[in-house]
């Protein structure tokens, strides 16, 4: 058994493994198998040699719901499988929550597998679903959960310390400012890889993001005083554009 880790494997070498483990979960599962779809890099077609495999294996409601993911490593390579039952994945597929941009694409286009009964287009119109305010909801929650938090973490750091804090932050705050962008352009980011790159090129980015994104992709991230002025730069700008687009950051001083 390979013990190095990943290992080179050829795309149609890993869409046969697909198939294997779509085998497999036909035989532990039986009738219950609703629908069986390949989501991520496999799914679009630009897995690398190194990528792993990831699918649905979506089962027909019951009385008892499943939910439950098996991941293990083969040795030269890795697989994760979501088993659920068909209502919690329609479900998950037309909440808005912090993250969606990134995780949210494998609702809308999964390469099929096993879907006689067109499972996976009522996914797609779960996925479709949500509304303008779910969305504001969704950027409420990262404008105070996530970014008023991190400014206030960021002048605790400059003011007391530890500087080697700071990277860390930064890089918090580009890609929750990325996340920001994405919902409120409603648009879906293909990769982890390709966040802030594909957040740079979309419309009504807050002032101040494109610093400290470019901060974080090119690693320049050493210097205190230049990480503390691009993220107090980034928060002025959020602030103004969540004005100009109201969304709420600021509420009545004990709001229930």
């Known amino acids: 058994m390979n013990m190095n880790g990943p290992a080179s494997m050829a795309q149609k070498e890993r869409l046969q493994t697909c198939q294997e483990i779509a085998k497999r979960l036909h035989e532990v599962y039986g009738n219950d198998v609703l629908a069986i779809g390949v989501y991520g890099s496999v799914s679009r077609g630009t897995d690398g040699p190194f990528s792993d495999i990831e699918m649905f294996c979506v089962l027909r409601d019951s009385a008892e719901t499943v939910d439950k993911s098996y991941e293990w490593s083969a040795g030269p390579w890795k697989a994760e499988v979501n088993v659920c039952s068909a209502s919690i994945l329609l479900k998950d597929a037309a909440t808005v929550e912090d993250r969606w941009p990134l995780t949210h694409g494998p609702y809308f286009s999964p390469l099929r597998l096993y ?4 499972f996976f287009q009522r996914l797609r119109l779960a996925a479709e679903s949500p509304t ?8 409420h929650e990262i404008l105070v959960g996530e970014m008023y938090e991190y400014v206030g973490k960021l002048r ?4 007391n310390g530890p500087s080697t804090y700071l990277p860390s932050l930064a890089l918090r705050f580009a890609h929750y400012g990325a996340m920001l962008i994405g919902l409120h ?6 990769t982890g890889a390709m966040v802030l790159p594909e957040a740079l090129k979309l419309p009504h980015r807050p002032k101040g993001f494109d610093h400290v994104a470019e901060l974080a992709m090119s690693g ?6 230049k990480i503390v002025s691009a993220c107090e730069d980034f928060w002025k700008g959020l602030v103004a554009w969540a004005a100009e687009h109201d969304y709420v950051i600021h509420s009545k001083r004990i709001p229930f």
């Open 220 to 225: 320049d991230l050493a210097q205190p005083a």
């Open 115 to 118: 879907d006689p009964e067109g």
């Open 185 to 190: 352009n409603q648009t879906l980011f293909s």
């Open 156 to 159: 605790n750091v400059n003011r």
């Open 132 to 139: 303008k305010e779910d969305f504001r909801q969704a950027i």
